[in-house]
Nanobody, 124 residues
Framework: QVQLVESGGGLVQFGGSLRLSCAAS????????MGWFRQAPGKERDFVAS????????YYADFVKGRFTISRDNAKNTVYLQMDNLKPEDTAIYYC?????????????????WGQGTQVTVSS
């Protein structure tokens, strides 16, 4: 098992920034793609960003390109999501996920482990 714990969520004003962190423990962090997803109230969970094991590949959802940056520190078993220029429509619970494979990937079904989520609220 891989345990994932997200942190860094909170309330921020329109145009502000937040950095989410996801700390992994348990089975090795090595060789795993990591991803961020989000779920707004009453909506399905959406892909946000993904990063491959060696950070060679990253994917972003169109609605966050240019505003969000995913990164990872393998020595710390942690993945980050830097969120800039936040908008009210970014309000959601943000989930971290880990895959059993190393390449960045977009599909929810490709991920094997999930965190409990952290709430991000952007006020207008």
């Amino acid at each position: 098992q891989v345990q994932l714990v997200e942190s860094g969520g909170g309330l921020v004003q329109f145009g502000g920034s937040l950095r989410l962190s996801c700390a992994a423990s348990g089975r090795t962090f090595s060789g795993r793609a990591m991803g961020w997803f989000r779920q707004a109230p009453g909506k399905e969970r959406d892909f946000v960003a993904s990063i491959g094991w060696m950070s060679y590949s990253t994917y972003y959802a169109d609605f966050v390109k240019g505003r969000f940056t995913i990164s990872r520190d393998n020595a710390k078993n942690t993945v980050y999501l830097q969120m800039d220029n936040l908008k009210p429509e970014d309000t959601a619970i943000y989930y971290c996920a880990a895959a059993d494979r190393g390449g960045a990937r977009r599909l929810e079904s490709d991920y094997n482990y999930w965190g409990q989520g952290t709430q991000v609220t952007v006020s207008s």
